[in-house]
């Protein structure tokens, strides 16, 4: 029972762990990763499209068919009461030797299918782990935003207290206890919006991502996502493994075969074919008979009324649709890449400033407080002034931060790049 005990309370302190294990920027991506209910459905699309490409082969197979039968014979002609049960047991073996190319381009037809099945796949891939990563830090932002207006409320409280303080003693006049009370009444306003926009965080959080968010959550850490190190190399990059890029790609190539598919329709076809039968009772004259049949089979469609000539015009337009779609993904691939390249430099030097700014408003802030706690010059207005430029830019801070971050995510998608083996994710 000792023993018992013992493992069960081992038991509980393991899963009491995991329970409050923080939830960091990666734990987030993996369980978007594994539980997506549309990447998974799409997983299970490109295993399909596997054994589409497999049955594509099967054209240039033989096809092996058995078959039989049996029936009762009665004969109740005068004179003749002679019953019979004929039945009959084949096999046949049919090969096709000529299909007007069709074969050909079929199975690489199927082939480009399962390619096009595999960097849809990716794409999905992408679309989750950037709509996660979105998720995550957003959801940091707005316990952020919480944190600094809850800070910002102390500070106006305190005020509020100082000056109903100094109103008593006559240092100040009724307006600037107004001018206190009232951005303390602004600032839990403020307050109240932040907390709002945390528990809508926090719903778009688990809906994502697949499981509630621990209380706490970690901060996201420098991370190294092996970005390009120019706009030069992301285009290269983006030329061959840009999943939209890719699919216009191999559906233009699709296209083609499909007009090859279709010409076939008025090319001559060609098969052979093996048969060995044995019937039974055929007759009251034949018992038994074998038969081996060898048969050679060409056709050539002349005429169909016109339906496999309209089919051939209209994949040759399909064709060029595709053609013209391809043509307009490559010049969307290289604007999606150049407007991501110049967010992600933007954002860093923007990055960079507020964090100056704060730095500067933060001693800004705390000067303007103590002169005005020991009596200077300084008005009620410009104490409020202050704390307000500060608390705007602490917000703007952690903005850019979120902003910087998901600006990488937004490169590494725009080149193709944002896959769970590039992030070193658990597959």
Do not use: C
Not at 2 to 24: D, G, M, P, R, W
Not at 261 to 283: C, R, T
Not at 321 to 344: F, M, P
């Amino acid at each position: 029972m000792k023993f018992i005990f013992k493992i069960t309370l081992i038991v509980l302190f393991v899963l009491n762990i995991s329970e409050v294990k923080a939830n960091t920027l990666f734990d987030s991506l993996n369980l978007a990763y594994l539980s997506n209910s549309k990447l998974n459905a799409e997983r299970a699309n490109a295993r399909a499209s596997k054994e589409i490409k497999r049955g594509a082969v099967s054209e240039f197979l033989p096809s092996v068919t058995v078959s039989g039968y049996v029936s009762e014979q009665e004969n109740t002609n005068s004179g003749d009461d002679t019953n019979f049960r004929p039945s009959e047991q084949s096999i046949t073996v049919e090969q096709k030797i000529f299909q007007g190319f069709s074969g050909v381009a079929n199975l690489k037809k199927k082939k480009y299918g399962q390619t096009l099945a595999e960097f849809k796949l990716k794409k999905i891939e992408q679309e989750t782990l950037l709509a996660a990563a979105e998720a995550h830090t957003n959801l940091l932002l707005n316990k952020k935003k919480v944190n600094i207006n809850l800070i910002n409320v102390d500070l106006l409280e305190r005020l509020v207290e100082t000056d109903q303080n100094r109103l008593e003693k006559g240092e100040i006049n009724l307006t600037d206890l107004s001018q206190s009370e009232s951005s303390f009444a602004g600032a839990n306003a403020e307050l109240i919006t932040a907390q709002n926009e945390l528990i809508t965080s926090k719903a778009n959080f688990e809906k994502i991502i697949g499981k509630k968010p621990t209380e706490n959550i970690q901060e996201v850490k420098q991370i190294n996502l092996n970005l390009p190190k120019s706009l030069a190399s992301a285009y290269s990059i983006s030329k061959l493994e840009n999943p939209d890029l890719q699919i216009a790609l191999l559906e233009y190539e699709q296209s083609k075969l499909d007009v090859v598919i279709a010409g076939s329709d008025l090319s001559p076809s060609a098969s052979v074919s093996y048969k060995i039968s044995e019937q039974d009772d055929l007759s009251a004259t034949v018992k038994d008979r074998t038969q081996q049949t060898i048969k050679a089979t060409a056709t050539w469609p002349l005429f169909a009324g016109g339906s496999n000539l309209f089919s051939l015009r209209k994949t040759q337009e399909i064709r060029n649709q595709k053609e013209l779609l391809y043509e307009d993904a490559q010049k969307t691939n290289e604007t999606n890449v150049a407007s991501a390249w110049s967010n992600y430099q933007s954002s860093k030097s923007v990055l960079d400033s507020i964090r100056s700014q704060v730095k500067a408003a933060e001693i800004a802030s705390e000067g303007v407080a103590l002169e005005y706690e020991s009596g200077n010059n300084r008005t009620t207005l410009e104490v409020i002034q202050s704390r307000a430029i500060l608390l705007s830019s602490r917000i703007n801070l952690a903005i850019s931060e979120k902003n910087f971050l998901i600006s990488q995510f937004n490169l590494l998608s725009a080149v193709g790049r944002l896959t769970a083996k590039q992030l070193n994710l658990k597959q």
